[in-house]
């Protein structure tokens, strides 16, 4: 009876927006029409299913009021004077429990709702299927948690209460209400710790289900304190749902939520997610309610997007169609690099410029830096940490120092990349959140979704995979309303694949970084500039390290055709950049699959990875191809950020064969140094 009770409440969601479909006169009709059908309704639960269709036709009201002011049939355009903008009327209006909004607006601090909260929450209250796309931190987050809260409270309002639903006889694993998903564990557990915050004054009990954590541990969770909000990562909820000893189901689930919708609905998820979907009743068993939400919704998602929403589904836009989804308050400012062994102290120079800005600007220096491989992470952040004076003492169990010089002694320096075990990612995250000052060094796990405050900088080293990952990157700054800047270091041969995927992207060139042109050999020879800086960080790192390091460049630069190029860049960065006296070596088998077994300045062999092996004494094995030591020209021009003309360089290179015999009169390296 319970059960079937609920299925018809669950119901409520579609009704409601067949409702909203059809005309306010007529709801009030087919509304009783409907309470009088429900002949399994128990005598006492007929106040809640009462006050169910009470809020939801609350919400047609003030929707189609809306669209009577705005003239038009599409909701999303509807005029936002009668769309609910602040948290509190949510509670005058008897649309949002009390004891929510409490902690929206006591507890949480806010006010006013931001736009996409304005067009989302309003609709996803009446249960329709959206599709949002809005800026980055703009909270997003709170416009699904919030109605997915809400709706849960009008099917089950015992619920409302804080001990409503804990430890109850109907807190089981099969209660689960609402499934979110995201790509990323970091991104699933701030989520969930965002959807704790929110439920802390009702009995909903959150739970999350990442990879890289105990699946044990987080099933007894389940199935000890019962879930109504499961918040989990793709592979970790196929896992438990498909394993029918995990006893976990999801029998009444009334709403379905991809945050980060186009990365999920993309090829690399995408067989997991159909296959989630597939392990949960469908539509036909139980009405649900699926909502997307992404700051970047691009063209060829969209198709997926009709096949996995209800017919009729609201596409609320917050970015409008000639404008980019980055925030025009962010300065973008993109530095092109004849080398890559200038990027580093470039990076070096920038921070500490920034960290001494800080106090004037009234904003202490906190940033992200984006490698493009977890090697180069791993590097960076040891290089940066080897910049600390002498003896600075380690300060927490992942190894996080404080660096005294050149920088201030309270600049955290974090790192989060796949290499680390989950825990120590969590720990890094939450260290970094709560940092004042600090740059963390990150792969791509956390440039989606995560909100650290206070963020100032986003720095990208090399092109970004995509212009997507390029605009959620950015998007780590400037959240909230708050201020922040982003840089992109491009070695000058990636600018015209840097333009082709970002072009359109307010990118100013900037020029104040003097690593950017400085002769390095040159640098070196005073101890006090960031290139000497860096040498001497340098001495302490691993050559297994740098052996790694070298070694992804490869796979990080596969786009580029330009084979010799590379090669050449990458010969520079070991020899002058890292003081080596000579390139790692390349396996044969990796050269060959990459297409550089022929490219002069690769170097064959085996070295092995051992931390103490050494490339500096003799070939150990790996047999060099072309020149490994000496340089040739380096031609670079200043023309200008923003010049049309493309890289200079020889596209002849093709395979490395016209090297062996060395091609008269040819130049390494000839990339105009602004042809971003
Ligand atoms: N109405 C509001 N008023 C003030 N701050 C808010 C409001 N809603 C959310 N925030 C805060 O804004 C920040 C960004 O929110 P959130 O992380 O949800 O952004 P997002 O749009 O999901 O970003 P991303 O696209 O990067 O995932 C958070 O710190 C959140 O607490």
Redesign the pocket.
Known sequence: MRRAFQRTQAQLPRFSSALRRSGVSRQLALQSDWLLDLKDIKQGSLPSATRAIHHSLRLTQNIAAAKAEANTDAPTNASEKSLITK?HELETQEIVHRNVVKTLTQD???????E??TKTINQALSGNDIIAQ??????????FLLPILQNILNVDPSLAQRSGGRRGPRTTADDIRALIISPTRE?AE?IAA?AKKLVRNTGVIVQTAVGGTQKSAGLRNIQHQGCHILVGTPGRLKDIFSDPRAGVQAPDLSALVF??ADRLLDQGFWPEIQEIMRLLPTPAECDRQTMM???TVPRGVVDLVRSTLKPGFDFVRCVRDDEEPTHARVPQKVVTFPGLEQQVPALVELCTRCIKEGPEKGRPFKAIVYCNSTAEATLVSDILRNLATPGAERNDAFGSLRAPHPWSRDVRLLEIHAKLSQAQRTQAAESFRHAQSGILLSSDVTA????F?NVTHVIQMGTPPSREQYI?RL??TA???KEGEGWLFLHNFEAREARSRLGGLPLQKDESLTCSTVNVENALKDPESPVAMVRAAMKKIPKATLHKSYLAMFGVYQWIRDKQALAYALQDLAIKGWGLTQTPSVPPGIAQRLGFSRVEGVRLGHDDLEPDSSFGGGSRGGSSYGRSGGFGDRRSSRSGFGDDRGPRSSRSYDGGNQHRQGRPGQQRGQYSHNAF
């Open positions: 948290f949480m601090g806010l006010s006013d709702m931001t996409v909260q809005a800026k980055t931190g703009t909270g997003k987050t709170l416009a991104l701030q965002e945050d980060e939400f992404s700051a989606r979704g995560m909100d405050p959620h998007g780590r959240r909230a309303g």
